[in-house]
């Protein structure tokens, strides 16, 4: 047995035998881990209450050597974000990367996907009410790129040529990206992405500034060209039951906004 000592984010709780819990982490180094608290449901046990869903600080986890369950010696919580369970619109937005997280988060960056998970949930939980939608996209989108599959939106993602910035383009799932004028001809099945949501797209590629003023309709049409890009790169066939969720909250949301 190993013993390691990481940054942990706490994406998932579900109680185990009598007393137990096992926990799912995403951490910086180790990408994603499952790890069993031991008498964690007792009223007094060593976690304390920091064990809580989205919760961030250091975690000692025993590693066992065989198998992919191993043992939580103790978690020191440096943020609780309990307040993301105030508001149903952060809640199922956080669980939305959560999910992306422990579905593709185990690659070879673990410290990178850990910084823009956390990055992305504090974002979400700072966001103003109006601001929640388009700090979740530009925290899932991070998340992408984090993860190394970034669209290509400045150059053609099929013969690498330029294209015009201020440009409307062909955006083309299978291809990976934006698609030139003659490139875009060639390929059925692009859709049209707009120069203004290029931009946004490209803003939150770069970094996790969330572009203020999106509206609820924009919004839902970045979710749907998100989940559509997910199921092409990183999907594995199965639903993702969390996002659907998140994009199911925006399209209330959107009718909500209309009949006011
Ligand atoms: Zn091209």
Do not use: K
């Amino acid at each position: 047995m190993a013993a390691l000592d990481t940054e942990a984010l706490v994406l998932h709780l579900f109680d185990y035998r009598e007393t137990s819990r096992i926990v799912r982490f995403v951490t910086r180094d180790a990408g994603v881990v499952s790890v069993v608290a031991r008498g964690a449901r007792r009223p007094r046990n060593r976690y304390g209450a920091a064990l809580d869903l989205f919760a961030s600080g250091t975690a000692q986890v025993m590693m066992h050597e065989s198998g992919d369950l191993h043992a939580l010696h103790a978690f020191e919580a440096a943020r609780s974000r309990r307040e993301l369970a105030l508001s149903l619109d952060r809640f199922v937005a956080a669980a939305m990367i959560g999910e992306m997280c422990l579905r593709f988060g185990s690659g070879d960056e673990p410290a990178r996907v850990f910084d823009a998970a956390v990055g992305a949930l504090d974002a979400i939980t700072a966001a103003p009410e109006d601001g929640v939608s388009a700090a979740s996209l530009a925290g899932a989108w991070r998340l992408v790129s984090e993860l190394g599959f970034a669209p290509s939106l400045d150059r053609c993602a099929s013969c690498h040529g330029e294209i015009e910035a201020g440009a409307d383009v062909a955006f083309h799932n299978r291809a990976g990206g934006a698609l030139c004028r003659g490139c875009a001809s060639n390929a059925p099945g692009g859709r049209r992405l707009p120069a203004s949501a290029r931009a946004t797209l490209r803003a939150w590629l770069a970094a996790s500034g969330a572009a203020p003023g999106l509206q609820q309709a924009e919004a839902r049409a970045h979710a749907r060209m998100l989940r559509r890009f997910l199921d092409e790169h990183v999907g594995d066939g199965r639903p993702l039951r969390a996002f659907v969720a998140w994009e199911d909250r925006l399209a209330i949301g959107g009718r909500a906004g209309t009949s006011a």
